[in-house]
Antibody
Framework: QVQLVQSGAEAKKPGASVKVSCKASGYNFNNYGIIWVRQAPGQGLEWMGWISGYNGKTKYPQTLQGRVTMTTEKSTSTVYMELRSLRSDDTAVYYC???????????????WGQGTLVTVSS | QSVLTQPPSASGTPGQRVTISCSGS????????VNWYQQLPGTAPKLLIYSNDQRPSGVPDRFIASKSGTSASLAISGLQSVDEADYHCAAWDGSLNAWVFGGGTKVTVL
């Protein structure tokens, strides 16, 4: 079955870090990339970055540069997204989705994970 | 504040046609392909339209999208109760070097 399965909900304090996983199955991990998108409560979608499943190349938006890191673990077809220096406005549902393996902007996102709620509160 | 502009809501009765707009600029919609995502309540987004007007396998032909200049639109004809969802447009922005989204449009079937 072609799917992306994400790790469970997280509760963090301001200033901490969170690492969310996204495990791919049912397709060739090397042929696609993974993007991360988040959605704050009642808000729209925000793109957080892209990583190639083929060579681990990454691209992040300027708004998150220095706070976000995406990595791959090819042996398990898993992608990790770490967000540091958490603030209350990082509270959101975080989604991974499948995209291109070559560039961040080549393909639409045709397969989505179920989402992971990250709550940041003191 | 989203880079792409969508109306916050749209509504219609069963069987009617509803149209959602997505307005951008030459750095995104004007020069890059537009995709649309449908997000049913409490679920993850799902790809509805890619490359301006292409439907993935399984998407009903009631969903028709188009693009002209710096604006795109999504039309839902023969509106059904199952179409109640949020609809998001997205495009690459060559100036920001990032994917940008609209704020989403909530479609209600009256």
């Amino acid at each position: 079955q072609v799917q992306l399965v994400q790790s469970g909900a997280e509760a963090k304090k301001p200033g901490a870090s969170v690492k969310v996983s996204c495990k791919a199955s049912g397709y060739n991990f090397n042929n696609y990339g993974i993007i991360w998108v988040r959605q704050a409560p009642g808000q729209g979608l925000e793109w957080m970055g892209w990583i190639s499943g083929y060579n681990g190349k990454t691209k992040y938006p300027q708004t998150l540069q220095g706070r976000v890191t995406m990595t791959t673990e090819k042996s398990t077809s898993t992608v990790y997204m770490e967000l540091r220096s958490l603030r209350s406005d990082d509270t959101a549902v975080y989604y991974c989705a499948r995209g291109s393996s070559k560039t961040a902007n080549e393909l639409a996102f045709d397969l989505w994970g179920q989402g992971t709620l990250v709550t940041v509160s003191s | 504040q989203s880079v792409l502009t969508q109306p916050p809501s749209a509504s219609g009765t069963p069987g009617q046609r509803v149209t959602i707009s997505c307005s951008g600029s030459n750095s995104n919609v004007g020069n890059y392909l537009v995709n649309w995502y449908q997000q049913l309540p409490g679920t993850a987004p799902k790809l509805l339209i890619y490359s301006n007007d292409q439907r993935p396998s399984g998407v009903p032909d009631r969903f028709i999208a188009s693009k002209s200049g710096t604006s795109a639109s999504l039309a839902i004809s023969g509106l059904q109760s199952v179409d109640e969802a949020d609809y998001h447009c997205a495009a690459w922005d060559g100036s920001l070097n990032a994917w940008v989204f609209g704020g989403g449009t909530k479609v209600t079937v009256l």
